[in-house]
């Protein structure tokens, strides 16, 4: 028997018609992190306490007040969130001790904890509407990501899920879902920005009996983390994108290659194929299409580079995850031999937007090039760090000023001047400027100026962050993370990463910097695969665009953000009163000392941190 | 329609070459590569053949299919800047103490670095010293020597299915090692030694005995004999400029740079090589007689009675019992020739030069001793011998030829084929089946056995019985031939398996060759040799008659030719741990061990473990024994066993296992 | 904690489990190593002829991925987040403060006496909280180099 999906969204809709409120708790890993599961539990024990009728399970018996858990809800930095429905408010940094007032002024009344909501300038505002990192975005995607509950397949129908899957599977050709996907536009949301469309329609040409349909969600990138929170918030939405990937190329065989490190992706992502293969939307004769598709879940074994697709199938081979030369690409050859398409969860979980309000309706959104909307993982130094989704062509300053709430010093003062650069697409992307503030984000304009929109990350930097040691850092990564393969990336990142850690402990010369960027062009030309050939990207764009203090390293032996300890020195001048303070929080005890005489630091065993002179009331500590 | 390339301004025309980098090899431009082989599947590594094509950019030819049109430029300034980049990142991170290499002059990466021009390494040098895995008498492993190219791994697992070598760790952390990272001894290398030919630098070379061998010349007391195998004569010209288009035999310069070198005589393995005929067509023709232990299969191959031994100790007993030439060689030099010679065994020294380094190994094989003692004391290969003849400053070239010292230097065609792949088959056919084709060519006779493939068959009629042959090269090939005899989809009579493409003529031991075309020229060179010599059975060689008359029982197959020239195998473990279960060892426990093999796993290991624990629980004996699952026990076809203490307690049921427990515990 | 034999008779199972499937290879050492904590040299042995592949391909696979450990790990586990959030917030401060204050030297990782040990991982995803460190688990943010030596002091 076919599933039926509207009778489904009939006795969802019954059951939920009992529910007078909802509490929405944010999951997703940042507020667990932040103690939302607390939250969550003290929720329900409070309201059996003050003997609400709470349920935390949608049953027939469900009546009165539903306490839920959700995928992340983005405004990670405020966390643990908590929305009430149908009110539509959000509480920020919730705690358990506020549970007892909350339940009693908004589930038993209709009322507001104001000291628990967000504050816009003084502004008290109520829910996600008041809210300017809320409104400035435009969640197309994560639409359903952070109010529905992930872990109820039922719930997902009911807002209008596996309707394209079926539209897909029951009245459209493999060659029209290609069309539809190539008329939108849509590209790859992983990386390189392939047109998804192309990608399917390639692989569906292909003559074989067997094809893989595989969603890569080896999300590495350090500092993204979008892939995450929709594989947690809203699995079935990526479960979808591939019924409907996998129709259209001919596999009936899947895989979602999760990364290790997202436990709580992993176990929803399993929860989702059970159910969806439960209910019959995967399986055998999908929606009696004759369409069959089964679907594993493969935790990665933590390795960055799998994220590259030769590597990631290796890795489901069971073998080392070194990639491949191409040709053959996937989509010829790929798992076991087989013709194979593989999308990032981002990609994926934006194709049922098009396949059920058309392409021409996704492309309302975005640029002519870059169809559609992104999301990014907003962190580093801004206020408001976080998951947004905003339409291509958003201008950068839109991003970090309006939705970010903009750049901070360290006293917590937003100030345009604060803001240095921003990172964009992690360990292959590269640095943007002041100058760029008004540039329009998209795959082509990024590629032109030698960033990438990547996975998404979107880190920001002040002007307290050295860029030369961020150059490092990104080094750092994909040296530690490549596969070791070939040449250029396995010794190249080594050479690169020991040139800048003598660019930032004051070991440079004048050749130190040519035979760098020689030997960054050559890494970024000759390498493998695409993670070598883009690691040497925040080198290359930092090296452009901050020269200076490339040159203040290696020629004064300075860093002028204050940030390589190498070349930085603490001492406490005679305005010390000997209050001890800066001894007793130093980590490393190098501060030594008697009462009320000068301290002094021990050069030998003092890591550079700063904390003294952060800690010093009579500022009395001096960096050089 | 003709399809073409421009390479370098010049159109080149191709048909259906694999990718760019094989038609600009056509184009007799020579590519730097380490990692491509077109033997082996395409790697992609090195990055060093990358070329401009113009409308796509710098792309790695290796890794990209041809299409007409293309224009391919393989020097432009980029690409030159971009080679010179990868060889200073691989010289920073590469053991730079040429001089005393091994692998000086043939060595790809110090010809590379001085094609290109490399004056200074503009990069860390971030080598990390590691000590020389010496533990294995054929090759010599020296990790901060290799450049990660990959080429033995691959070799080792897609055309030996052997996987000894793998690589380790990540990034600029990778290694090559056997498993663990232990030495290559406690591997399951059978030492075919193929990685050393491929390796284009000396992270793995073979083990020279080089200097062991001078010793035993320069010493007034000892008598040194040395005998040659049949591939070296077809190769060493090839180092001292001799091989031209077509090669050269050079058997009789060698037994001149030997004499010249001290050697007291020099004799022919291809004699032996006779003898090893005769004596396993017999044994064939008795299995025939008696149906059993068919597929007799040859084991004149070091590497390959191995693999047998450590994968498919079922198929031990169809191995023909008879030692491979080397082996009779080394047998009859050390328990015969003491008397032919009058000469103390003491006093003897006895070498061959093979082109293996396999043959090393098999030297020393415990199974090939006599009385503990092993008969041949050193095995060089022909890459020693080339820098035995150039330590000793003979002009090689120049040489006049000498013949070989008797009785051990006469041989027939059928011993000198022995060197290539089929050669063995045919010498058999020549012996078992010579009386059929009266007037024929006799070196011509079987030549159907011949050819390029690693997988070949034959039939033939003897004597009313239809004989079904396989001959094989490359252990895999091997494996998938063992695959389908043990799953009954094949049947043979008669088994040749060559570790080595080829056979001997391409042994690891031979002078490092690139292309196919030297190999060939080598199988050339020892079919056109069988065709000079005046018999070409090895039946008919009149001083093997000899031998048998007067020291071997007069025929092939006798008591005393069985004590002489055959041997037997052994099942090889190829796992060393077990996992602890429990251990009392401080306290002298009894040790119970129960095999995890694959065969005893089958059959219920888990469950008999269950039992024991449980059953040890019960009585109390928990303090008194020490519990392990064995990898395993060797005994394969009487699954599941256990060891109680020193007994193995073969189709192991709870209780015999109980009883035995009981036994040893009171 | 769980006998030598019935982590031993789990590995069996999970063998079991992916019907000795080689291409499984991944999912089984995981599973493994839940069992055991780490990858021991003889378990890996034990797989490798389970499983029919070569030593050598099993531990090259075991050495390939970070998630993997071949050497046990101690009785606690600090893992410090040095993905770019965190990084940009000093994270690498507090790497340095840890590793003096447990004396670990260079490429260490363990104690001596086995009771911590301390992994940099490249972003925990708690990029909100940066910069962040996990200590058995339990993930603790907005983290300074003596927040987080403080913490350690409540564990010894």
Same mark, same amino acid.
């Not at chain 2, 290799?146 to 691959?154: E, F, K």
């Given at each position: ?624 | ?232 004569? =077809?190769?060493? &010209? /090839? ?9 050269? #035999?050079? @058997?009789?310069? *060698?037994?001149? +740079? ?110 090939? =001793?006599?009385? &503990? /003692? ?9 890459? #020693?011998? @080339?820098?035995? *003849?150039?330590? +000793? ?113 391409? &042994? ?159 | ?156």
């Amino acid at each position: 028997m076919a599933i039926d999906l509207e009778n489904i969204t009939k006795g969802f809709n019954t059951l939920n018609k009992n529910i007078k409120k909802r509490i929405v708790v944010c999951a997703g890993t940042g507020c667990v992190a932040n103690g939302s599961l607390d939250v969550f539990k003290s929720l329900v024990d409070m309201s059996k306490e003050m003997g609400i009728d709470a349920h935390i399970e949608l049953k027939e018996e469900s009546k009165g007040t539903l306490i839920s858990r959700s995928g992340c809800q983005g405004f990670c930095q405020h966390g643990p969130l908590l929305n009430i429905l149908p009110q539509g408010i959000l509480y920020t940094k919730v705690t358990s001790s506020d549970v007892k007032e909350i339940l009693e002024e908004s589930v038993l009344k209709d009322g507001i904890v104001g000291r628990l909501c967000y504050h816009d300038n003084g502004k008290v505002c109520k829910g996600q509407g008041d809210i300017p990192f809320y409104t400035k975005q435009n969640r197309v995607v994560l639409k359903e990501c952070g109010v529905i509950d992930p872990e109820n397949i039922q719930e997902y129908i009911a807002s209008g899920g596996y309707r394209a899957a079926k539209k897909a599977c029951v009245d459209m050709t493999d060659k029209e879902i290609c069309d539809e996907l190539i008329n939108s536009g849509l590209r790859g949301r992983g990386g390189a920005g392939f047109p998804t469309g192309r990608k399917w329609d390639f692989t569906r040409i292909q003559k074989s009996e067997k094809k893989y349909m595989i969603c890569n969600g080896d999300e590495g990138d350090p500092g993204a983390f979008m892939d995450r929170s929709v594989m947690e918030g809203n699995p079935h939405n990526v479960i979808e994108g591939l019924i409907i990937a996998a129709k259209a190329i001919g596999a009936d065989e899947g895989y979602i290659y999760v990364r290790t490190e997202y436990s709580l992706a992993v176990s929803r992502m399993q929860k989702a194929v059970k159910a969806a293969t439960e209910i019959g939307v995967l399986g055998k004769n999908i929606f009696d299409s004759g369409h069959n598709f089964t679907l594993h879940v493969m935790e990665g074994a933590g390795a960055f580079v799998c994220g590259e697709e030769t590597a990631l199938i290796a890795s489901i081979e069971g073998k080392r995850g070194m990639p491949s030369p191409k040709p053959p690409i996937p989509a010829q050859s790929g798992l076991w031999g087989k013709p194979t398409a593989i999308n990032n969860v981002e990609t994926l979980a934006n194709v049922h937007i098009i396949i059920n309000y058309g392409a021409d309706a996704f492309k309302k959104n975005g640029t002519q090039n870059s169809s559609g909307t992104k999301i990014f993982a907003i962190t580093g130094n801004v206020l408001n760090t976080g998951l947004i989704e905003v339409p291509f062509g958003t201008t950068l300053r839109h991003v970090i000023f309006d939705i970010a709430g903009g750049v901070p010093d360290e006293k917590g003062v937003v100030n345009e001047d604060n803001f240095k650069a921003v990172q964009i697409g992690g360990p292959s992307g590269g640095c943007l400027t002041k100058e760029h503030l008004d540039m329009n984000l998209d795959y082509d304009s990024l590629k032109t100026v030698g960033a990438m929109v990547g996975s998404g990350g979107f880190v920001v930097m002040s002007k307290h962050n050295c860029m030369v040691n961020v150059a490092k850092f990104f080094m750092q990564f994909t040296q530690s993370e490549s596969c070791g393969k070939c040449v250029l990336c396995r010794e190249g990142t080594l050479q690169m990463l020991l040139m800048l850690t003598d660019i930032t402990e004051g070991r440079a010369d004048k050749n130190t910097l040519s035979v760098l960027e020689e030997l960054a062009n050559a890494v970024a030309i000759g390498s493998l695969c695409g993670l070598g050939k883009t690691a040497p990207n925040p080198l290359l764009s930092t090296l452009k665009y901050f020269k200076e203090e490339y040159d203040a390293h290696v020629q004064d032996k300075q860093c002028p953000a204050g940030e390589c300890a190498k070349l930085l020195n603490y001492q406490i001048t005679d305005k010390c009163i000997g209050c001890g303070l800066c001894a007793s929080k130093c980590p490393v005890k190098a501060i030594l000392g008697k009462p009320k005489e000068q301290y002094k630091i021990d050069v030998s065993k003092c890591i550079k941190c700063g904390i003294c002179k952060d800690s010093c009331k009579f500022n009395a500590i001096s960096r050089s | 329609m003709e399809k073409y390339l421009i390479i370098n301004g010049v159109k080149i025309f191709f048909e259906n070459e694999k990718n760019i980098l094989e038609i600009i090899q056509k184009a007799k431009i020579e590519l730097p590569t380490f990692c491509y082989h077109s033997e082996l599947s395409t790697y992609g590594s090195c990055r060093l053949c990358m070329v401009e094509v113009e409308g796509t950019g710098i792309i790695p030819a290796c890794s990209t299919p041809a299409t007409s049109g293309m224009v391919v430029s393989t020097n432009t300034e980029k690409i030159i800047s971009m080679r010179k980049i990868i060889v200073e990142l691989l010289l920073a991170n590469h053991d730079r103490e040429c001089t005393t290499c091994q692998k000086s002059q043939s060595c790809k990466l110090q010809t590379l670095a001085r094609r290109l021009g490399i004056e200074n390494v503009r990069f860390k040098n971030v080598v990390h010293k590691t000590d020389r895995d010496l533990s294995t008498y054929a090759l010599v492993r020296e990790q901060d020597k290799c450049i990660l190219c990959g080429d033995c791994v691959r070799f080792c697992d897609e055309v030996q299915s052997i996987g000894a070598l793998g690589f380790v760790n990540r990034g600029s952390k990778s290694v090559v090692c056997p498993n663990f990272g232990k030495d290559l001894e406690l591997s399951e290398c059978v030492y075919c030694g193929q990685c050393s030919r491929v390796c284009p630098t000396g992270a793995i070379i073979p083990r020279s005995e080089v200097k062991d061998v001078w010793k035993a010349l320069s010493n007034k007391n000892k008598k040194v004999v040395v005998a040659i195998a049949p591939a070296v004569r =077809a190769a060493i &010209g /090839e180092v001292f400029g001799l091989a031209k288009e077509n090669g050269t #035999e050079a @058997a009789g310069k *060698i037994v001149t +740079a030997l004499k010249m070198m001290g050697f007291y005589k020099v004799f022919d393995v291809s004699f032996t090589a006779d003898m090893t005929i005769v004596e396993e067509a017999n044994e064939f023709l008795e299995r025939i007689k008696e149906n059993n232990n068919l597929p007799l299969f040859t084991s004149c191959c070091p590497a390959w009675v191995k693999f047998v031994e450590q994968y498919y100790p079922e198929f031990i007993k169809s191995l023909s019992t008879c030692r491979s030439p080397q082996g009779m060689y080394g047998s009859i030099a050390k328990r015969i020739m003491p008397k032919i010679l009058g000469v103390n065994k003491e006093d003897l020294v006895v070498v061959s030069i093979m082109p293996c380094t396999a043959k090393k190994y098999e030297a020393r094989r415990k199974e090939l =001793a006599n009385n &503990g /003692e092993i008969d041949i004391d050193y095995v060089i290969t022909t890459q #020693e011998l @080339a820098m035995m *003849i150039e330590e +000793a400053g003979l002009r090689f070239q120049d040489l006049d030829a000498y013949a070989f010292d008797m009785p051990l230097g006469f041989k027939t065609g059928a011993g000198i084929i022995f060197g290539n792949s089929g050669g063995v088959t045919e010498a058999v056919l020549r012996n078992v089946a010579s009386g059929m084709t009266d007037g024929q060519d006799e070196s011509e006779q079987f030549s159907f056995v011949r050819g390029e493939d690693g997988r070949r068959e034959a039939k033939i009629n003897l004597s009313g019985r239809e004989l079904k042959i396989a001959i094989i090269y490359g252990l895999k090939n091997a494996r998938q031939v063992l695959r389908e005899l043990k799953a009954e989809k094949r049947k043979y009579d008669f088994i040749e398996v060559m570790a080595c493409p080829g056979g001997c003529v391409g &042994g690891a031991g031979q002078p490092i060759y690139n292309d196919l075309s030297t190999r060939k020229n080598r199988a050339k060179v020892l079919y056109e040799n069988d065709k000079t010599l005046e018999l070409h059975k090895p039946q008919d060689n009149p001083y093997v008659q000899k031998l048998y008359n007067d020291y071997l029982g007069n025929a092939p197959g006798s008591t005393k030719a069985h004590e002489y020239l055959h041997t037997h195998y052994k099942y090889r473990k190829r796992y060393k741990e077990s996992v602890v279960i429990s251990d009392n060892s401080s306290n002298g426990g009894v040790d119970i061990k129960v095999c995890f093999g694959n065969h005893c796993m089958k059959k219920g290991s888990k469950e008999i473990l269950k039992h024991i624990v449980d059953y040890v629980g019960n009585k109390n004996y928990k303090d008194k024994v020490n519990i392990s699952a064995s990898i395993c026990l060797e005994k394969c076809f009487s699954a599941p066993n256990v060891k109680v203490s020193n007994t193995t307690i073969s189709k192991a049921s709870d209780k015999s296992v109980e009883e035995a427990i009981d036994k040893e515990i009171k | 904690m769980k006998s030598n034999y019935e982590k031993f008779r789990s590995v069996c199972s999970i063998l079991e489990e992916h019907a000795f499937d080689k291409s499984k290879l991944i999912p089984i050492l995981q599973a493994t190593q839940e069992e055991y904590k780490y990858l021991p040299q003889e378990i890996l042995a034990f797989i490798s002829s389970a499983l029919n592949i070569s030593p050598a391909k099993v531990y090259g696979v075991a050495t390939f991925y970070s998630h993997f450990s071949l050497t046990p790990k101690g009785k606690h586990i600090i893992r410090i987040c040095d993905g770019t959030a965190c990084h940009v917030k000093k994270s690498s401060t507090i790497i340095d403060a840890l590793k003096k204050k447990l004396n670990l030297n260079g490429s260490e990782t363990t104690t001596k006496d086995m009771l911590f040990t301390l992994e940099t991982v490249a972003c925990l995803g708690a990029c909100g909280l940066a910069p962040a460190i996990v200590i058995d688990g339990k993930v603790y943010g907005q983290m300074t180099a003596s927040k987080a030596v403080a913490l350690i002091d409540n564990i010894c």
